[in-house]
């Protein structure tokens, strides 16, 4: 059977028509997009986190440091990233802008529908991979793992400030 054969019949089948048909949505699309960038990132995550485990030239300490970090900025990124994208993408929101944004053209229902198709995919993209991605991303992963790394320290009576028998017992032994 030949190449040219069996990409003809995948392009032809059932599944492959339903999803170009399915392409005539912005909403669609945009949010393709989106999912195909978090999946990008996760795995990127995934593969930064098995190296630095085995990684036999970082210290275990901070072997261990730098891959809860990298898991929760990879955990965080996508749930922050498909939170935002989602949200802008959403409708009634991009509606609300486009006829904010495109006033002068709105009589004119394709450049409109032109406009605000790109606009919401340019928009959601932005908001992901910037706003969340970058700004909201590294926020929430480092109080993550600030948690993590100091979830005993209440137990063991000491925390990030020192307990008062602490620093009492560290002034006398100077």
Known sequence: MKISNVLANIAN????VNHIQKCDDAKFLTRTLLL???AKDVFAYGLRVKNTLENDKIPEDK?????????ATGITTAAVQIGAG????NDKLQTNIANKLFKPILNDKRAFNSAKTSFS???TMIIATLFAKRILTPLIASKMVY?????NDNKNGNN???N?????????SV
């Open 13 to 16: 089948s059932k599944f492959m």
């Open 36 to 38: 195909t960038s978090v």
């Open 63 to 71: 072997k261990k440091f730098s891959a809860h970090m990298d898991m």
């Open 86 to 89: 989602f949200l802008v993408s």
């Open 121 to 123: 995919a340019i928009s």
């Open 147 to 151: 948690k993590l790394e100091h979830k």
């Open 160 to 162: 990030a400030i020192g």
């Open 164 to 172: 008062k028998n602490n620093i009492e017992t560290k002034n006398k």
